[in-house]
């Protein structure tokens, strides 16, 4: 398979998770943005929840004021929280599942039966003027097909499998399903992204295996690595795992 340029976006959610611990007023994300770019990530993740868990209103204006790379707004259909993203009209809008008992997104939208709420949400976005709206997806051909109906130009596949995959026969399951998955993707004319549990470890193993991925969404493995030896140098790292450089 031909190398790829793959973008790295970092997803700073779990910094404003341990702001929020003891409500202070640090650590930032938005700090915490910027010193992921100059590390080397092409841009930064956000997901404003409907409990505001983690990122608040606040910060949502200060990243889209902040940063210099990509802005990628994860969101769910919620009327008030597309209309936030209306008004900020990031670089991409990601429409994501959200409940609110769920530690973390559990998989991806069922587009199939969501059709026309995802075409209605999609449509109100590209009005605004975001130029790129992705459905968050589990590698399901079927999901895929639907997805183009609804009017958006991108995808993010969920690894979330891949990356929970117990031993090599089942890992190696999960990357014919992303693979299939990406190139029906691409054949469809549609942006292929891809998030959700990869890391340090498995990154390369994804890499090597699923194709078309023009940028990877990593938040947790990178900031739980911060923890050890800073955010930079995590940032770094994973730069140099996903771009080859350095």
Avoid: W
Avoid at 113 to 130: E, H, M, P, Y
């Amino acid at each position: 398979m031909d190398k790829f340029r793959t973008n790295l976006l970092i997803n700073i959610d779990h910094v404003a998770t341990l702001r929020n611990a003891r409500r202070e007023a640090f650590p930032d994300p938005v700090e915490a943005a910027r010193l992921c770019e100059v590390s080397g990530a092409d841009g930064i993740v956000f997901h404003l929840r409907e409990d505001r868990r983690h990122i608040h209103d606040d910060d949502v204006t200060r990243l889209k004021q902040n940063v210099q790379g990509k802005l990628d707004f994860e969101l769910s259909t919620d009327h008030a929280i597309v209309g936030i993203c209306c008004e900020i009209c990031p670089d991409l809008a990601t429409l994501v599942p959200e409940r609110r008992e769920e530690i973390t997104t559990e998989g991806g939208l069922d587009v199939i039966l969501r059709q026309a709420a995802l075409s209605t949400t999609v449509n109100r976005l590209k009005d605004a003027g975001v130029r790129e709206v992705a459905l968050f997806v589990d590698p399901d051909l079927d999901q895929i097909r639907a997805v183009c109906d609804t009017g958006a130009n991108a995808i993010e596949l969920h690894t979330g499998d891949f990356a929970n995959a117990v031993d090599k026969s089942n890992q190696l399951h999960e990357t014919r399903r992303l693979a299939k998955a990406a190139e029906l993707a691409h054949e469809c004319g549609l942006i292929v992204h891809a998030g959700h549990g990869l890391n340090y470890d498995n990154y390369g193993v994804f890499a090597n295996s699923v194709p078309h991925v023009s940028e990877v969404s990593i938040g947790f493995s990178v900031i739980a690595r911060a923890l050890l030896v800073g955010l930079e140098d995590a940032v770094a790292e994973m730069a140099q795992l996903v771009k080859g450089e350095g």
